[in-house]
C-alpha cells in the first residue's frame, strides 16, 4: 500500500557532493517524518537525519554542517543533500517515514530499499 522508493546513490570522490531522493507513494493521509538511515559495511543500521513535518530538522553528529535534510510535503518527497562527502560515508543510505494511511489508522514506519553511495578516490 506504501512504496518508498530513494535513488540518488552512486560514486564520488572525497570532498564530493550528492543529492538523495526519497518518494512516498500508494495510500498516504499523513507523514509524520521522513528520516534518512545509513548502514555502512559490517556495521549496524544508524540514524542520520530526520525531518519532521513541523520543520524541525536534525542530524547525527558526524553528518552536522555537511548534510541538508530538506522534504517536499505536497509531493511526499525528502532529500538529503551531502556535501563534503568522507570515505566513512560510504554506506547504503534508507529512507524511512512514519506514515498514517487513514485518519484512524496509526501511524507506521516504512522503509525503502536503499541506494548505494560510495566515496571512493
Known amino acids: 500500500q506504501v512504496q518508498l522508493v530513494e535513488s540518488g546513490g552512486g560514486l564520488v570522490q572525497p570532498g564530493g557532493s550528492l543529492r538523495l531522493s526519497c518518494v512516498a507513494s500508494?495510500?498516504?493521509?499523513?507523514?509524520?517524518?521522513m528520516t534518512w538511515y545509513r548502514q555502512a559495511p559490517g556495521k549496524q543500521r544508524e540514524l542520520v537525519a530526520t525531518?519532521?513535518?513541523?520543520?524541525?530538522?536534525s542530524y547525527v553528529d558526524s553528518v552536522k554542517d555537511r548534510f541538508t535534510i530538506s522534504r517536499n510535503a505536497a509531493e511526499n518527497t525528502v532529500y538529503l543533500q551531502m556535501s563534503s562527502l568522507k570515505l566513512e560515508d560510504t554506506a547504503v543510505y534508507y529512507c524511512n517515514a512514519a506514515i498514517q494511511t487513514t485518519s484512524r489508522r496509526a501511524y507506521m514506519n516504512y522503509w525503502g530499499e536503499g541506494t548505494l553511495v560510495t566515496v571512493s578516490s
Open positions: 525531518a519532521f513535518d513541523n520543520g524541525r530538522t
Open positions: 500508494g495510500t498516504i493521509f499523513d507523514i509524520a517524518s
